[in-house]
């Protein structure tokens, strides 16, 4: 893939994450009906549900470039959706903060201190800020890649704490978190096949390579 | 004669009601012979309505107007939620799990004819008809509050009379301790139906609740009858309870001796208690309840106090004296 393909991609990948918040900016000004009774509630479930979908955009990239050699420069985009997904959290943190607390100190220590989705979300969405403030690449290179790699696979642990928040705000019975469970958990699945695949491969070349230094 | 617009013209008005009738329990039973039986002006008005031909939204008010008289109990210096959000923002599972469904979908609920099973422990088990019920007593216009568990809140003009009075028309025994209240269920007619709830939707209050001159057994909101999203055409308002309490679409009430099933509280009997009642003392054990989102004519929903009993503690608090409302959320 070509340097001036890449760049074009990014372009239009950027507009492609900024399109929901464009167009909920839009309705705003021109479609407010749309936001229904309560927009807080409408606007708390948008930006979630975009953090959410962005993290499991984020997390595809790698098992699908896995599928072929020929799609190595998927990476190349990992890092941007990863941090549009920390844009949307803040923007949901911000709703939180903002139209459902309103402001109001006491009752969002209230929140924090005794309800388990606040306290999921709110861990999920500080792993996010931790991987977004290392995320450039001279806070790799200083961290080295190894616990770089190391720190940013927590980012499974940002996307359960999504899923978990989610199933613990609904209603009994309700099951709308059930599509990013699924993906989640097969993505997770794909990563454990992928290493343990790679692993026993890695053990057969080491086998091979040993059986090969002994007949030599 | 005067020839007037098509969308002018009622559809109660230009289908005799007979047929119209006919039409609506063929549609029930799912049969499809309807066209054969009415009458041509009835059929050839009946599928241009199909057709969308008439405007539904003339259509809705001329034909179902109330005639209301102020009732008493009504609530007074506060802003109306519009009617637009009113029926557009509605928890009725039956017509699926997001707010905004039971709009889009409730259309498929007949409502004519309808009728509501009176039963258990009274003299007389009987049947009784939307139109009997609606002339039994005038329809007085409320205002309440009406608080959702979620803690969202709206502020809505009902049309109904006490529940009371039909109570007392019922003649339950002295032993009749708690009030059912079963909603309509029918899956040809909720293709949404969620599964992993007990159906049909079941309520209940003690007899004193029941009786207290709150309970408002409704027919109308904003001097209109009950859109079908709002639990058309008969349905239970209690304000100074959580909405949920509030049973929808009415089909059965049933006079019980002993604390009736109600569906929230079997799925999660430790968020959502017999009596929840609205009060800002106890939290859901997911959120507070010490606030809410009220819904009204502006953009966003304003911040404000959730009041014991919804405000209307005056009226009720006495029923409930000496009882630990924390255990007894």
Redesign the interface.
């Known amino acids: 893939m070509s340097k001036r393909w890449i760049i074009a991609l990014k372009v239009l990948l950027h507009a492609l994450c900024l399109a929901p918040i464009a167009h909920l900016a839009w309705r705003f000004f021109y479609a ?2 749309t ?7 409408y606007i708390t479930h948008f930006t979630g549900n975009w953090a959410l979908s962005m993290l499991m955009y984020c997390l595809a990239i790698t098992p699908v470039r896995r599928l072929s050699t020929r799609l190595g420069w998927l990476i190349r985009f990992r890092r941007m959706l990863g941090l549009y997904a920390f844009f949307y959290a803040t923007l949901h943190l911000i709703t939180y903060i903002w ?1 459902f ?2 402001f ?1 100190v006491a ?1 969002m220590i ?2 924090i201190q ?4 606040i306290m999921v979300g709110l861990f999920g969405w500080l792993v996010l800020l931790l991987l977004a403030l290392t995320s450039p690449t001279w806070a790799l290179r200083k961290m080295g890649g190894r616990r770089w790699q190391l720190l940013h696979r927590s980012i499974y642990l940002a996307a359960m704490a999504g899923v978990i928040h989610y199933w ?2 609904v ?6 978190p059930m599509p990013f469970t699924l993906v989640l958990g097969g993505l997770l699945l794909a990563r454990i096949a992928w290493s343990l695949w790679n692993g026993r491969k890695k053990r057969a070349k080491l086998r091979s390579a040993a059986v090969s230094t002994q007949t030599a | 004669m005067l020839i007037r617009k098509p969308n002018d013209i009622p559809s109660s008005e230009i289908t005799p009601k007979k047929d119209y009738e006919e039409f609506q329990r063929s549609r029930r039973i799912g049969r499809r012979s309807f066209l054969a039986g009415a009458a041509t002006l009835g059929a050839g008005a009946l599928a241009a309505e199909r057709m969308g031909l008439f405007s539904p939204t003339q259509e809705v008010h001329a034909a179902t107007r109330l005639q209301t008289v102020p009732g008493k109990f009504t609530t007074t210096g506060e802003t109306l ?1 519009p009617y ?3 029926t ?2 509605n928890n009725f599972y039956e017509f699926g ?4 469904d039971p709009a889009r979908n409730a259309h498929t609920l007949i409502t004519r004819p309808w009728t509501v099973s009176i039963e258990g422990l009274v003299k007389q088990p009987k049947t009784l008809d939307i139109d009997s019920l609606l002339k039994l007593r005038p329809i007085e216009e409320r205002v309440y509050r009406h608080r959702c568990v979620e803690a ?1 809140s ?1 502020v809505i003009p009902w049309d109904g009379y006490p529940l009371s009075e039909l109570i007392n028309a019922c003649d339950p025994l002295p032993s009749a301790k708690y009030v059912q209240f079963l909603s309509f269920l029918n899956n040809k007619e909720m293709p949404e139906l ?1 599964g ?2 007990d159906w049909p939707y079941s309520e209940g209050l003690r007899m004193d609740e029941a009786m207290n001159p709150l309970t408002l057994l409704t027919f109308g909101l904003y001097g209109e009858e009950l859109p079908n999203q709002d639990g058309a055409p008969i349905r239970i308002v209690i304000p100074w309870k959580y909405g949920f309490k509030s049973g929808k679409s009415i089909v059965k009430i049933r006079f019980v001796a002993k604390q009736p099933r109600t569906l929230w509280n079997e ?2 009997p430790n ?1 959502y208690g017999f009596y929840s009642n609205v009060n800002p003392a106890v ?1 859901h054990p ?3 309840q ?2 809410e ?1 009220r ?1 009204g004519p502006g ?3 304003k ?1 404000i106090p959730t009041q014991p009993f919804n405000g209307y503690g005056d009226q009720v608090a006495s029923m409930y004296n000496g009882m630990n409302l924390k255990k007894y959320f």
């Open positions: 407010q009906d936001f229904g009774a309560d927009p807080t509630n139209l607390s309103g109001n009752s209230d929140d005794k309800r388990w989705f613990l705000l209603k009994a019975g309700v099951r709308s | 939620t637009n959000k009113v557009t923002y799990t997001d707010k905004s969202w709206m969620p992993g709830y799925i999660a968020e939290d997911r959120w507070s010490a606030h989102r819904i953009f966003l929903p911040i």
